[in-house]
């Protein structure tokens, strides 16, 4: 609307009040257009268009850590007033590196069948299976938790979500499996660690931190969750031994409100998207 030529062609034709009026509308209807959308669709902070969002309005938010970025290639998408709780890490086709998710608030995970959470979590099992080379569609969710912290999680509407995707998940933690290798990572093209606490038994030992690497080296996806371990919160040593080997640390402690806003409008935009997905499937049969 503001291009030279034009602005030339209607400097030349119509009076100077009309091209006047022509400027002061356009430029006006831009920036109200602009800022109504921010109102209406996008939340400070948020990379809103990002496919692991697709759908999701809020979140579940409580006890979190705050991510550090330390790789060129993460990028945080849900800031909460500086606090970043999860970021990305896209696959690297020369490296071979998959996709890597970094998720500091366990919360999500434990209320999966909460709020928008289950919509989250299948975006992430898709995103990670996109990104990566190597696509089975199966998921292991490990546990770091040497006595049997798995129990405190509610994994059947999770598991139920993926299925319908097409995924085979498979859950275990450090007390079934006490030790992991590249034996045990090998069927898997996704792994999700979950880092429940901070004690000496839930560390991994290096060859795991090795296998695991290798598992991100091969092109599978990593999902990395870290949370507040039972006496010592602060210590997110055991999420870190893995995360800093991929670019990301967990760092620092505090509460998010209970619901994260991630997008304003996406209810009425999922809604108009499937309408407007039935119109043309009735127009492409004509």
């Given at each position: 609307?503001?291009?030279?030529?034009?602005?030339?062609l209607?400097?030349?034709?119509?009076?100077?009040?009309?091209?006047?009026?022509?400027?002061v509308?356009c430029?006006?209807?831009t920036?109200?257009?602009?800022?109504?959308?921010?109102?209406?669709?996008?939340?400070?902070?948020?990379?809103?268009?990002?496919?692991?969002?697709?759908?999701?309005?809020h979140?579940?938010g409580?006890?979190?850590a705050?991510?550090?970025?330390?790789?060129?290639?993460?990028?945080?998408?849900?800031?909460?007033?500086?606090?970043?709780?999860?970021?990305?890490a896209?696959?690297?086709?020369?490296?071979?590196?998959?996709g890597?998710?970094?998720?500091?608030?366990?919360?999500?995970?434990?209320?999966?069948?909460?709020?928008?959470?289950?919509?989250y979590?299948?975006?992430?099992?898709?995103?990670?299976?996109?990104?990566?080379?190597?696509?089975?569609?199966?998921?292991?969710?490990?546990?770091?938790?040497?006595?049997?912290?798995?129990?405190?999680?509610k994994?059947?509407?999770?598991?139920?979500?993926?299925?319908?995707?097409?995924?085979?998940?498979?859950?275990i933690?450090?007390s079934q499996?006490?030790?992991?290798?590249?034996?045990?990572?090998?069927?898997?093209?996704?792994?999700w660690?979950i880092?429940?606490?901070?004690?000496?038994?839930s560390?991994?030992k290096?060859?795991?931190?090795?296998?695991?690497?290798?598992?991100?080296?091969?092109g599978?996806?990593?999902?990395?969750?870290?949370?507040?371990?039972?006496?010592d919160?602060?210590?997110?040593?055991?999420?870190?031994?893995?995360?800093?080997?991929?670019?990301?640390?967990f760092?620092?402690?505090?509460?998010?409100q209970?619901?994260i806003?991630?997008?304003?409008g996406?209810?009425?935009?999922?809604?108009a998207?499937?309408?407007?997905?039935?119109?043309?499937?009735?127009?492409?049969?004509a």
């Open positions: 609307m503001t291009a030279i030529p034009t602005l030339a209607f400097w030349s034709v119509f009076k100077k009040r009309v091209f006047v009026l022509y400027l509308i430029i006006v209807g920036i109200l257009i602009a800022y109504g959308s921010k109102v209406l669709v996008f939340v400070p902070g948020v990379d809103t268009g990002n496919a692991l969002f697709r759908g999701v309005g979140l579940s409580g006890p979190s705050v991510i550090e970025k330390k790789g060129p290639n993460v990028r945080v998408i849900l800031d909460v007033k500086d606090r970043r709780t999860i970021a990305v896209d696959s690297d086709p020369i490296g071979g590196q998959g890597i998710i970094f998720d500091a608030a366990l919360d999500r995970l434990k209320d999966a069948a909460r709020l928008d959470n289950l919509i979590f299948s975006n992430a099992a898709q995103w990670l299976e996109q990104d990566g080379i190597n696509s089975k569609k199966t998921i292991l969710i490990y546990g770091s938790w040497r006595h049997g912290g798995n129990g405190t999680i994994f059947e509407p999770l598991q139920n979500a993926l299925q319908k995707h097409g995924f085979t998940v498979k859950v933690d450090r499996t006490h030790h992991l290798t590249n034996k045990h990572l090998a069927d898997y093209s996704q792994i660690m880092f429940g606490e901070s004690t000496a038994d560390r991994l290096d060859d795991e931190i090795r296998a695991l690497s290798d598992f991100s080296s091969d599978k996806g990593l999902l990395i969750i870290a949370g507040a371990g039972e006496g919160e602060h210590d997110m040593g055991a999420a870190n031994q893995l995360s800093s080997k991929l670019g990301a640390t760092s620092s402690y505090g509460e998010y209970k619901e806003k991630v997008a304003n996406s209810d009425f935009f999922n809604k998207s499937a309408l407007i997905g039935r119109v043309l499937k009735i127009f492409h049969k």
